[in-house]
């Protein structure tokens, strides 16, 4: 089977990984498979799986693994990702990241996992202040980040609003759920020679600039 990219950006809620992975896109010619991005379309739509996504997202709780990879195994069947992708928000605990690896093996597996690092605090301040693109899902936020127009998206001007879990109350859930269940795959892909750490507090062109050091290095090795 063809070899496949796959970048799996790891990092807390409001760490940059979905504003950083939409300027990948471009810059690296991979898709980017957001599993929260996925699950907010299908709850746009109300079918069956938005519905059921809906329930476990309000509480900031993972949705049920099967459901999951069933999803982005579907997802992954699909044209655009024939080189590879970016993958945001997934896998995101240690029984996912087992089956990616098996969905992964046949192509030459993941190629790296990018770490953003930023404090809980400034996740806070992130994701309280962010706004998202109803029709593409563009990332802004009111101070650091913001769009030409307030409350209009500059890529293809759709509304911009505030998501359901980005309350405090279920923010602070959100962070407790990823040190219990994502952060292990921290040690997960260190072990495995993997893991790339980089410092998610600088202006966002600037992690981009690191990102693609990091990336491009490995494209270059690929
Ligand atoms: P998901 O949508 O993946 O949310 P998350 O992981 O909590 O991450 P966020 O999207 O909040 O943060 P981000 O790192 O993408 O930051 P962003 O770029 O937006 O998941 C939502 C829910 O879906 C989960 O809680 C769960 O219920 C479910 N789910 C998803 N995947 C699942 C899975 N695999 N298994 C089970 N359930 C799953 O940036 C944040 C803000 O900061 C923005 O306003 C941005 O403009 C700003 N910003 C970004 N970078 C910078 C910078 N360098 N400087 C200043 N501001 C910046
Ligand atoms: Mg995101």
Known sequence: MNRRTFFVLLGVPGAGKGTQAKLL??????????????????????????????????????V????????????????????????????????????????AAPYGGVSLVPLIHISDEEAMTRITGRRVCRSC???YHIDFNQPQRAG?????????????????????NRLYVYYKQ??????????????AELDGTRPIDQVQADLLDLLGAEEAVA
């Open 137 to 139: 899902g563009a990332v």
């Open 182 to 195: 994502t952060s292990p795959l921290i040690g997960y892909y260190y072990a495995k020679g993997l893991l």
């Open 64 to 103: 049920p693994d099967e459901v999951t990879i069933r999803m982005v195994e579907d997802r992954l069947t699909q044209s655009d990702v024939a080189k590879g992708a970016i993958l945001d928000g997934f896998p995101r605990n240690l029984a996912q990241a087992d089956a990616f690896d098996k969905i």
């Open 152 to 172: 209009v998206c500059d890529l293809d001007g759709g509304e911009l609003y505030q998501r359901d879990d980005d309350k405090p109350e279920t923010v602070r």
């Open 25 to 62: 896109e471009e810059r690296l010619g991979l898709p980017q498979v957001s599993t929260g991005d996925i699950f907010r379309y299908n709850l746009k739509n109300e079918t069956a799986l938005g519905i059921l996504a809906k329930s476990y997202m309000d509480k900031g709780e993972l």
